[in-house]
């Protein structure tokens, strides 16, 4: 099929309709919304960091059943053992053999919260179904249902009692996005619903009907993979990872995961748009939540309160299309 043929059309209606539903009920959030539409749509774990209250779970309930999605949550505590997310072969006496109890982690969409309250053991199990959407239980591989997804939230401003991501766990996320609290025009939203009864959870679930299956999903990725991206986009995408690991401020710059993040966004983000093409704008509208993540800061920056995001919208003004 050739790019100009690609009905992209469906994935932009299909955005557009499973944003307006979504924010039937969660008030803002909208850069949230389209990241797990963008993550969906390029295969890729996101990471949430934000305070609590913040709709993070609510939004991924609503977009697990409008996609039809199995959705299992996980709830990050020290004393979550790797076979807990999973799963174990069990001995089964009267059968004569093992039998595997499958985890949380086979199903469709897994939201696994405060991630940070995770030992390193437990959050490392979680790497492998990421990267490869396979399990290994005592030696044997099981391949995770498809379409797999992953959010992983984490509170950023509490420290006691929790591990910090390594930079191998952070680089498997595809994108990553901060979130505060609600602005006050929005929060007296909030309160107006709620006193006019229109923040009631289980209504508003009975209420969904699914948008879009499992195959229609398979169907979009399907077609988001044949967006065309033309050489200087590719040249683009190149020269900004590439800028990362230069920058003076910066100790560990982007993997070649960013490179292939910004691209398969760019292309998701083309489609949520109507296009069958990427423009640079929708690279640029990636660097952000692709790159974030997975700068590490010289010691200077930091004591000097340089930002991430700082760094990297100095290497976006900096940075041409070539």
Known sequence: MDATDLDV?????????VLETTQRFVVGNK????????GVLSSGPVLIEGVPGTAKTTVSKIMAKLLSYSFKRIQGAVDVQPADIIGVRIYVANEGQFVLQKGPIFSNFVLVDEINRLTPK??????????????????NTYPLP????????QNPYEFEGTFS?????RDRFMYSIPLEHLKVDEELEIIRRDNSGGLSWDDFEDSLPPLLSPEDVGEMI??????HADEAVLRYIADLVAATRSHGDVRLGASS?????????AKARAAMDGRSYVIPDDVKDLAMPALRHRLLMERDAIIGQISVDAVIQEILNSVEVS
């Open 9 to 17: 059309s469906y994935i932009a209606d299909a955005y557009h309709e």
């Open 31 to 38: 850069p949230l919304i389209e990241l797990i539409f963008t």
């Open 122 to 139: 437990t959050q490392s199990a979680l790497l492998e179904s990421m990267s490869e959407q396979q399990a290994t239980i005592d030696g």
């Open 146 to 153: 498809k379409p797999f997804f992953v959010i992983a939230t």
């Open 165 to 169: 991501l390594v930079e191998a766990q």
């Open 222 to 227: 399907g077609i988001v993979r044949q967006v």
């Open 257 to 265: 995961r960013a490179s292939l993040a910004l691209l398969r966004g």
